[in-house]
């Protein structure tokens, strides 16, 4: 069972499974079983419209690809980012 990312991304997010789910017109317990590992493989258009949701590759969701960058939000603007083990600040306009 590999490790996957949903749930580190949902948190970012601050969006829990409930919520997720009924956004993504995904069944709770569906999503729970790919967030917890019990799913091996799943179906693609499952991944897809998550990886979508949190607009990173179906393999960096799955963590396969470790290429994408990891990010870190507050209140739903980006801070930090991670590529390729370095830390970049994110400087806005605001």
């Known amino acids: ?3 996957n990312r949903i ?3 949902r948190t970012n997010q601050n969006i829990g ?6 956004k993504l017109n995904i069944p709770q317990s569906t999503l729970t079983r790919y967030e917890n ?3 091996e493989k799943g179906k693609l258009p499952i991944w897809q419209k998550l990886a979508n949701h949190f607009n990173v590759s179906v393999d960096y969701l799955q963590g ?3 290429e994408n960058p990891s990010v870190t939000l507050k ?7 991670i590529y390729k083990g370095k830390k970049y600040k994110v400087i806005t306009n605001e």
Request: avoid cysteine; aromatic fraction near 0%; glycine fraction near 4%.
């Open 1 to 3: 069972m590999r490790h």
């Open 7 to 9: 749930k580190e991304l």
């Open 17 to 22: 499974v409930e919520k997720l789910s009924e």
């Open 37 to 39: 590992g019990n799913i």
């Open 64 to 66: 396969v690809d470790i």
């Open 75 to 81: 209140n739903d603007v980006p801070t930090e980012v």
